[in-house]
């Protein structure tokens, strides 16, 4: 009975069977091209991918209100479930799907295909649609080694975003198990820069402390990592010391203060900074014997830039502290010294000429030099000779130019150092112009050295060591300064001058000392090789504090005190034209130095020294060019002292 029910039933169960089957063939032969005919579909990456496969949500009756939006994981997961569950542990998870990265959905790429969205090259267009701020992370990119690289030299294996941070599996930079924390990115970069690392890792100082505890720089720390630039170049060069100094911030500083820092800082690209001293892969404590700074091996060190050093050279210190008593005591001295002679001769001079100024102006105000400023008589005297005249122009010619070529040096971090540089043609430019200059001083000292000599020991003249025509300061100079603070302080009456006075007589044998001191200790700093030879290194150190010391020392002396002394102190203002012209009038010379006038009357020669006045192109070409060597000098004072007063040496 059972078994004709069983085989009557047959034929229902097929059909059944048959029907179930049929319904998602039925379901997945939807002709999409009927309503969507406005729909292309060109992907590369999915050539045989039909719509029902990534569009799983879809039957032949479908509304597209009704339809619920796909997920990644519903539309993608169903092939690409590891990278699904990557993309989940990433940053990116919950924030960027798949088609944010890979472009349009029906035209997806290979991702090795260079039209690809995700390709090396269309990864920085891409990524930096969403990290687009701060701006150095694209831009950056775009103009550092590796985007140039990449974008510019056409090199396809040159690193784009996924190569440092990944593709699906992106983590935050800084969490330990990404590929670009302080602990694994060297290995990053060493999957490129193998030698560099191997060099890092084992010879240098910052990569045996990241194998120990893995703490110290890392190679993003020094060249960045976006911004990664040709560390060859002056701009890479010049920002290292200070990338070098946020660590070392003792050895920052006085390596700015040094002619290294100084130089390189105002351009000077072969200037030594940290890297070329300490090796950049291979820095080591300068006790271990493999250290390039290392006693055994500074000599080899030195010599990539200077020839034929000697052992003594070697031992010159390039982070010397002269305020340190204890880096080397005898510069530590000769830096109290030299201090002690700037803030002296400035302190004196700066309350003696205030003292002066306002008994000027008073004096000014109350018609005291009417009689001497006037020249009423037409009369002048002969008070310099043409040698004498040509002389002074040598003088502060050269003077000028070391000066405009020095202080940009030694203030090199103020604002205007760079451009007074750039105006005269660059770093090797100024280095040219300050020894031409240096070598007119040298000759001018000679020359009048010898005239000296020739007059005193050879002609036999008198009074060239003592007497009233003498620049000896001898004892009635002493009385004339206590004469003059007297009448400063409306005490007595200005005192009787001869042919030099007290302040001539300084600004005279200052430039005997300036050039003896700022001369030789220049020449130690010109030609370190030879005066090694016989001397310490420790005298370059000692040598760079006299040069500087001394050249502030000198030319704030003669911008602001001399030019008071001679041009700017009211009765002669705007300018005093005697030493262009070697001219005097009559009745000045009589007021000023009553002693010479009387004692030229008394011995008859008085007629002998009378001329004509300066004729209109003679006071012309004077104030011309006085007026130039007069606005330079006051430009370089108002510098000098914003510099000091900004940044405090």
């Known amino acids: 009975?059972?078994?004709p029910v069983r085989f009557a039933s047959l034929p229902f169960a097929v059909l059944a069977s048959l029907f179930l089957v049929t319904i998602p063939a039925v379901a997945q032969d939807i002709d999409c091209a009927e309503c969507h005919e406005d729909v292309h579909f060109a992907s590369p990456a999915h050539p045989d991918v039909t719509c029902q496969e990534c569009h799983t949500n879809v039957t032949a009756e479908h509304e597209d209100a009704d339809l619920e939006p796909l997920s990644d994981a519903d539309s993608c997961g169903e092939c690409h479930g590891s990278v699904m569950r990557s993309m989940g542990r990433s940053i990116h998870g919950g924030e960027a799907g798949c088609n944010d990265c890979h472009g349009a959905p029906h035209e997806i790429h290979e991702v090795g295909d260079r039209a690809s969205a995700v390709s090396a090259v269309n990864q920085i267009q891409n990524c930096g649609a969403c990290h687009d701020e701060p701006a150095e992370l694209i831009d950056g990119y775009l103009t550092s080694e590796h985007g140039k690289a990449l974008l510019l030299s056409g090199l396809n294996n040159a690193p784009s975003c996924s190569d440092c941070h990944g593709d699906h599996r992106i983590l935050e930079v800084d969490k330990s198990r990404a590929p670009t924390s302080h602990e694994k990115s060297p290995e990053l970069c060493g999957s490129c820069h193998g030698l560099l690392l191997e060099d890092w890792k084992n010879m240098s100082a910052h990569g045996l402390a990241w194998q120990e505890e893995k703490e110290g720089p890392v190679c993003v720390d020094c060249h960045s990592s976006h911004m990664i630039g040709d560390p060859t170049t002056y701009d890479a060069r010049h920002e290292s010391?200070?990338?070098?100094?946020?660590?070392?911030?003792?050895?920052?500083t006085s390596f700015r203060d040094s002619f290294h820092g100084k130089a390189l800082h105002l351009g000077l690209s072969e200037g030594a900074t940290c890297a070329d001293c300490h090796t950049p892969h291979k820095n080591l404590a300068a006790d271990d014997p493999n250290s390039s700074v290392h006693p055994d091996n500074?000599?080899?060190?030195?010599?990539?830039?200077?020839?034929?050093?000697?052992?003594?050279?070697?031992?010159?210190?390039?982070?010397?502290?002269?305020?340190?008593?204890?880096?080397?005591?005898?510069?530590?001295?000769?830096?109290?010294?030299?201090?002690?002679?700037?803030?002296?001769?400035?302190?004196?001079?700066?309350?003696?000429?205030?003292?002066?100024?306002?008994?000027?102006?008073?004096?000014?105000?109350?018609?005291?030099?009417?009689?001497?400023?006037?020249?009423?008589?037409?009369?002048?005297?002969?008070?310099?000779?043409?040698?004498n005249m040509r002389m002074h122009v040598v003088i502060i010619t050269t003077f000028m130019l070391l000066a405009l070529t020095g202080l940009p040096l030694k203030f090199n971090a103020a604002p205007w150092a760079q451009t007074l540089v750039d105006v005269l043609g660059g770093i090797d430019s100024t280095r040219f112009i300050h020894r031409i200059a240096a070598i007119g001083t040298f000759g001018y000292m000679i020359v009048h050295i010898l005239d000296v000599f020739i007059r005193a020991f050879i002609r036999g003249e008198r009074g060239m060591f003592w007497g009233p025509n003498s620049m000896t300061p001898q004892p009635k100079d002493l009385s004339d300064f206590v004469g003059n603070i007297k009448y400063f302080l409306y005490m007595g009456e200005r005192p009787p001058g001869d042919r030099w006075t007290y302040f001539e007589k300084f600004d005279y044998l200052a430039v005997f000392w300036g050039v003896m001191i700022i001369g030789l200790s220049g020449l130690f700093l010109w030609f370190p090789d030879f005066f090694t030879s016989f001397l310490p290194g420790w005298t370059l150190n000692a040598a760079q504090v006299i040069h500087s010391d001394e050249a502030l020392l000198a030319t704030g002396f003669i911008f602001v005190f001399h030019f008071f002394h001679t041009h700017l102190r009211p009765e002669s203002f705007p300018m005093d034209l005697v030493v262009f012209t070697g001219k005097m009038s009559l009745e000045r010379f009589k007021s000023e130095r009553p002693l010479e006038y009387q004692r030229l009357v008394d011995s008859g020669e008085l007629e002998d020294?009378?001329?004509?006045?300066?004729?209109?192109?003679?006071?012309?070409?004077?104030?011309?060019?006085?007026?130039?060597?007069?606005?330079?000098?006051?430009?370089?004072?108002?510098?000098?002292?914003?510099?000091?007063?900004?940044?405090?040496?």
């Open 609 to 649: 020294h009378l001329v004509e006045g300066p004729n209109p192109r003679q006071r012309r070409d004077a104030y011309l060019f006085g007026s130039i060597f007069l606005i330079l000098g006051i430009m370089l004072a108002i510098f000098m002292i914003w510099a000091l007063l900004t940044q405090g040496h």
């Open 298 to 387: 500074v000599m080899a060190t030195c010599g990539q830039c200077h020839d034929d050093i000697t052992p003594a050279f070697a031992t010159f210190d390039p982070h010397n502290d002269p305020t340190n008593p204890e880096d080397n005591y005898a510069v530590y001295i000769i830096w109290l010294f030299m201090t002690g002679l700037l803030i002296g001769v400035f302190a004196f001079f700066g309350v003696h000429d205030l003292l002066w100024l306002q008994r000027s102006l008073v004096g000014v105000m109350r018609g005291e030099f009417d009689d001497e400023r006037r020249g009423a008589s037409g009369k002048y005297i002969q008070r310099f000779r043409r040698k």
């Open 241 to 252: 010391a200070a990338n070098c100094g946020g660590c070392h911030e003792e050895y920052l």
């Open 1 to 3: 009975m059972t078994t």
